[in-house]
């Protein structure tokens, strides 16, 4: 009787443990549901150039990290390990480093073992770009269709679109800007669109010396199909100097890298679709 008493009371204390433990694995799963669901998709992140739908990125992308070691500016990162099924995954932080374009054949997305970077739309535009040009030039010495290939190619980057902060950029302020952009110490490097160097330089060996601020549209390397500087009227009626971004922008952030305001005052949202 008395083993049976125990026995109840054991089988008892052994269901509630039980069922305790079931709850506890319960709510476990329930918190890596949640916590990998809400990492899973980062909306924030700015992606390499190529990436197909967020949702399907996370996991096309195999993490062999082979985008992250071709770009020749370093412009793309590891995600860290606190980004849940992202970790791993590779995105740009273009404030400290932007993909400038200087590859010149979008090399990240060329070498992507997976697709998760597709490649098909940039080898598509290139090859129409030379067919294009094949009609109006002869194969003579002056033949040369890659930078119009090229062109072509870049014009298929869709990373985002820049945006401005006017309530600190400078020449919406009606501020110049004299000295280098990011300070002695910035590490980051590109090409500008003017100026012969065919590679990527540190921007701390440029200086500025602007009366109203249009470094971002200076350094663009879509050029005025991207971002110009033009009037803006302001909500008070006051008309100001802003860079004014158009479609042709492809989210490259080199705007963002270059901004000189603590904060960069132009930003590049993503594009998620
Ligand atoms: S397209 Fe941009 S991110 Fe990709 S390899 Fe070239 S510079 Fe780097
Ligand atoms: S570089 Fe920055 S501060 Fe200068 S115009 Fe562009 S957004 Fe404004
Ligand atoms: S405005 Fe130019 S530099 Fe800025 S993200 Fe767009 S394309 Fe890149």
Not at 18 to 30: D, E, F, H, L, P
Not at 74 to 80: D, E, P, R
Not at 92 to 105: E, P
Not at 257 to 269: D, G, K, L, N, R
């Amino acid at each position: 009787m008395a083993k049976q008493e125990l026995n109840r009371r054991q089988f008892l204390r052994s269901g509630a443990i039980a069922v305790g433990a079931m709850v506890a694995v319960g709510a476990g799963v329930g918190y890596l549901q949640k916590v990998t669901a809400e990492s899973r998709i980062n909306e924030e992140f700015l992606r390499p150039p190529g990436a197909i739908r967020e949702k399907d990125f996370i996991y096309a992308c195999i993490k062999c990290g082979l985008c992250i070691q071709i770009c020749p500016v370093k412009a793309i990162k590891f995600a860290g390990i606190k980004e849940g099924l992202a970790y791993g995954t590779p995105y740009i932080d273009s404030r400290s480093q932007a993909c400038d374009l200087s590859c010149d054949s979008i090399q990240c997305v060329e070498t992507c073992p997976t697709a998760a970077l597709y490649f098909a739309p940039f080898k598509t535009a290139g090859e129409k770009a030379i067919v294009k040009y094949d009609k109006t030039h002869k194969p003579d010495a002056g033949y040369n269709p890659f930078p119009v290939q090229i062109l072509a190619m870049k014009k298929q980057v869709d990373m985002g679109k820049a945006q401005v902060n006017e309530k600190t950029c400078l020449a919406v302020r009606g501020k110049g800007f004299k000295g280098i952009p990011r300070g002695k110490e910035f590490k980051g490097i590109n090409r500008s669109p003017y100026g012969n160097s065919p590679k990527a330089t540190p921007l701390r060996d440029k200086q500025y010396d602007v009366k109203i601020c249009d470094i971002c549209v200076k350094e663009c390397p879509m050029g005025e199909e991207a971002i110009v500087m033009a009037k803006h009227t302001m909500a008070d009626g006051r008309i100001v100097n802003k860079p004014k971004v158009l479609d042709g922008c492809i989210g490259c952030g080199v705007c963002v890298m270059v901004c000189p305001t603590t904060e960069a005052s132009i930003v590049v949202i993503p594009d998620k679709a």
